[in-house]
């Protein structure tokens, strides 16, 4: 789908109706045997009809009523019931869905759209199971701080499974111990837990060569020589001679790539690996580094533990069975460690990996080279919507290891984030058949650019800009200049949804789990409005800038775009502080704006959020506070400072704090007694079930629709006892409201390919929504379910 916008539009009135039928039909109605009848009432008398005819034409892979019957539905029901932990009947269905798919219609990939919460970790364990009982082995690429949380579910869920974990330093030696077991036939279910960091990482080189003095037409020359055959290493000139490398720049020539020596007979690599930290460390002094990574022991704890115990001991303990170290006694019989103490190591400890081995060397790459193709019969990708991107390097990573897994299941809660292109490269690594059968392959340079345009202008939204200029007048007649732009905007189209999306994907709503299993969950959109002081001084910088950024694109200068955009967007948080707006090539200031607010007196939005806080508090709910700025505009000292004058207490959540830690930091902070807890919600978008916080605000969202709908959902997840709430609070008549209304809208677009009309807090901002046919469509369609 394409839209154009020129810059000047002329407006045209509709043309008078000929008959009140025509005027009513116009008006949204539709004229039936003379009747008119509105569309509303048209949809809900004939709605159930058309829908019956849309599942005859789009009949789904699995029916629940059908397939209860098979013998297949019965013995995947009976490995489910097998499990230590039983999902529940939503999930079940789900699970069966996603093995027929797979297993019974041979389909190379599925995809899981659940909403967060949901359980999805546990289905992809369970359709494992089922999977494993056809095809051994199932490879999990997860996020590398959820990289323990699956092992732990996976122990917790499947009886006697084997979970290696491929994550740390050691994972190369692991990877030859697997490659050493090939042959090997176990019936025991074995999981691989990969962590999606390490599984692009390659291994550290640098180029290897010999210095030879070597003699030639009278002259001593340093040349690099081959450090197995030591023939001298050659380079071709300009003109296409061979000289010998010189020495002096042997290190940069051999820099760009892994090379090997082209001598006859030879072929020895030019390069060796570097280990990561060359400085060599003795047993003692890597096991006590490794304890005090470890709560509660500092330098004087572990000197003592290794004084008493040993180095050999504790690093035993550590390397291979960790929980052994919270019970080790002393020479009295006593406990080492307090129960507080062994609490805190325990959640600690789920995350903790220990190696004496070291070794790099990417886990694709031995993946793709070492073993089997199918030696995985499943692959899991947790988090899939993270690999959507062309040109990075955990999608190609991905890409590879679904080509070399028999068979793949993406986990997502969000497929796409609103625009056609974030499935486009998606697809094309987990089913690339169906993307070259409708003409979406790379060009020959092995180039996307121009699929990935045409897989737009089909299935998406691009903006054709027209901006027609006077050009110099010639000698006979006034030339004119007519360029054309090119964007892309929310919006996917229907069939794109029914070719690519329903086909391969299993859908599973929260609600649809367990009336039980959840509390209500609201979304609230509330506009705040500017202090006169406020809005005057803000008013009068965007004046300012616009005007400037005007007269900057007129000339083709486009750097000031974004400066402007984030002034304008972060200036209502954070005018308790002046603002000097620069050129950010010039250096020149475009806009000097003092602080409006002190640093003790709460601005608008920081009112609201005291009140919310004093309510909850009142109701014994704690508070998640989403804030996005840092740095120089620091908001959240700012937030935790102002709440804390209130009497709250609060702690802020930094990016210092290592992904995998994060839940245990979030537990030591409740166990603390907090109020509420500061952060940005991209630290906390994935893994972390925050269910002691109901209550969520957004001071600012930012403009990715994976981060907000992920983070919005951190604590309504199954487990959850109290009612979620979550506020979205905007400045009125301000760039944030913008922000918000184009967030509404990718959310729309992103949940219309979950099978969801979405009924969000920022859907009230999504004013396109009333003009749409289809929408009002899809609403009347969905209400007949």
């Given at each position: 789908?394409?839209?154009h ?16 039928n025509e005027?009513?039909?116009?008006a949204?109605g ?9 569309l509303?009432?048209?949809?809900r008398a ?14 789904p892979v699995?029916?629940p009523?059908l ?7 019965r ?14 009947a939503a999930q079940?269905e ?6 027929k798919l797979l ?8 995809v ?8 999805k970790?546990?289905m992809a ?10 095809a051994?082995?199932t ?12 092992r ?10 084997k979970?290696?974990v ?5 994972t ?6 697997i ?11 074995e ?5 999606r960091?390490?599984m692009?990482?390659?291994f550290?080189w640098?180029?290897?060569f010999?210095?030879r ?8 020359w340093?040349?690099?020589?081959c450090?197995?055959?030591m023939?001298?290493?050659?380079r ?5 001679n061979?000289l010998w490398l010189?020495a002096?720049?042997?290190e940069a020539?051999?820099?760009?790539r892994?090379?090997?020596c ?7 690599a030019?390069?060796?690996?570097i280990?990561p ?11 006590g580094?490794a304890?005090q ?8 704890a572990?000197?003592?533990?290794l004084?008493?115990f ?5 690093g ?10 919270l019970n080790l ?8 460690f ?12 789920a995350?903790f990996e220990?190696?004496?081995?070291q ?8 993946v793709?080279r070492?073993?089997?193709k ?17 040109g ?11 080509s ?5 299941l993406?986990?997502t809660?969000?497929?796409?984030g609103?625009?056609?292109d974030?499935l486009f ?7 690339p ?14 180039s ?13 939204v ?5 901006k ?11 030339g004119?200049?007519?360029t054309?732009r ?5 919006g996917?189209?229907p ?5 690519y ?9 929260l609600k649809?789990?367990d ?9 609230v959109?509330?506009?705040?409005i ?8 803000y008013?009068?910088?965007a ?18 775009l974004?400066?402007v955009?984030n002034?304008l967007?972060?200036?209502p ?6 603002e000097t707006?620069?050129h ?5 200031v475009l ?5 409006i607010?002190?640093e ?8 609201r959020l005291?009140e ?6 009142l109701?014994?709910r ?9 740095g120089t505009?620091d908001?959240?000292a700012?937030?935790r400072?102002l709440?804390?004058v209130?009497g ?6 930094r990016?210092?704090v290592?992904?995998?830690?994060r ?6 902070q ?5 109020d509420?807890i500061?952060?940005n919600?991209e ?21 990715n629709v ?14 959850q006892k109290?009612p ?9 008549e301000?760039?944030q409201?913008d922000c918000?209304?184009?967030?509404g809208?990718?959310?729309?677009v992103s ?7 979405p009924?969000s ?12 046919l289809?929408?009002?469509l ?8």
């Open positions: 789908m394409t839209t916008d020129t810059p000047k539009a002329a407006l045209h009135s509709a043309p008078a109706a000929d008959s009140p005027a009513s039909a116009a949204g539709t004229d039936l045997y003379g009747e008119t009848i509105a509303g009432d048209f949809m004939f709605g159930s009809d058309m829908l019956e005819q849309v599942k005859a034409s789009n009949p699995y029916l009523a397939d209860r019957q098979l013998a297949t539905w013995h995947r029901t009976a490995v489910m019931q097998g499990l230590r932990r039983k999902p529940f079940a789900a699970v069966q869905a996603i093995c297993l019974d219609h041979g389909e190379p990939a599925a899981l759209n659940a909403e967060m919460g949901s359980g970790t546990m364990i369970c359709a494992a199971a089922v999977v494993q009982q056809e051994p082995r490879l999990i690429v997860s996020p590398p701080h959820l990289v323990y949380k699956w732990r579910e996976i122990l917790e869920t499947v009886p006697g499974a979970v290696w491929l994550n740390g330093p050691d190369l030696r692991k990877l030859l111990s490659r050493a077991a090939l042959g090997l036939q176990t019936r025991q279910p999981f691989f837990v990969l962590g960091v390490r692009r990482m390659g550290h640098r180029p290897s010999v210095v003095k070597l003699r030639d037409q009278g002259q001593t340093a040349t690099a020589c450090p197995d055959c023939q001298p290493l050659e071709e000139d300009a003109d296409g061979r010189s002096e720049f042997a020539a051999l820099s760009d892994r090379m090997q082209t001598s006859k007979g030879c072929g020895s030019l390069w060796t690996l280990r930290g060359t400085a060599k460390q003795s047993m003692r002094e890597i096991v580094a304890l990574q470890l709560p509660t022991i500092g330098p004087v572990a000197k003592r533990l004084n008493t040993g180095e050999e001991l504790l035993g303990m550590l390397e291979d069975n960790v929980y052994e170290f006694m002393d020479e009295n019989g006593d406990l080492v307090n129960d507080r103490q062994a609490r805190r190591m325990e959640r600690s400890l995350s220990f190696s004496i081995g070794g790099g060397y990417q886990a694709t790459e031995f793709k070492y073993l089997p199918h030696y995985f019969g499943l692959l899991v990708v947790d988090e899939g919507h993270e690999y959507k991107n062309e990075s390097a955990q999608g190609q990573a991905m890409g590879v290891l679904a070399q897994c028999r068979k793949t993406l986990l809660g969000t497929l796409m609103g625009y056609a974030d490269h998606l697809l094309w690594r987990i089913n058949a169906v993307m070259v059968q409708d003409g979406f392959k790379p060009n020959a340079r092995g996307f650019g121009a699929a990935t345009m045409a897989f737009m202008r089909e299935h998406g691009l903006k054709d800009v027209y027609e200029t006077s050009s110099g007048s010639h000698r006979t007649a006034k004119k200049s007519l054309v090119t964007s892309k905007a929310p996917f189209s069939l794109g949804i029914l070719r999306v329903l086909p391969i994907t299993v859908f599973l709503k649809e789990i009336a039980k299993a959840l509390p209500a969950y609201e979304e959109f509330e506009p705040i500017m202090l006169e002081a406020q809005a005057k001084a008013r009068r910088m004046i300012s800038l616009v005007q400037i950024l005007k007269r900057a694109l007129a000339l083709g200068d486009s750097t000031l974004g400066v955009m002034v967007l972060a200036w948080d954070c005018c308790f502080r002046s707006v620069k950010p090539r010039t250096k020149a806009h000097l704006q003092p602080a607010f002190n003790t007196t709460a601005m608008p939005k920081e009112q005291l919310i806080c004093r309510q909850e508090k109701q014994g704690r508070v998640l506070i989403y804030t996005i700025y840092s505009r908001t959240a700012r937030v400072s709440l804390e209130e709250f207490k609060v702690a802020v959540l990016s210092t290592d992904a995998a830690k839940g245990d930091w979030v537990a030591e409740v166990d603390r007694g907090v509420g500061i952060c919600p630290l906390v978008k994935t893994g972390l079930d925050l269910l002691e916080f109901p209550t969520i605000v957004f001071l600012q969202t930012g403009f994976y981060t907000v709908q992920q983070a919005a959902r951190r604590s309504w997840r199954i487990g109290k979620v709430r979550v506020h979205f609070l905007g400045y009125a301000s760039t409201m918000l209304k184009l967030m809208k990718k959310i729309a949940q219309s390919t979950s099978g969801e009309m009924e807090g920022l859907d009230v901002l999504n004013e396109t929504q009333g003009d749409s289809e929408v009002a899809a609403r009347e369609l969905m209400a007949q379910q």
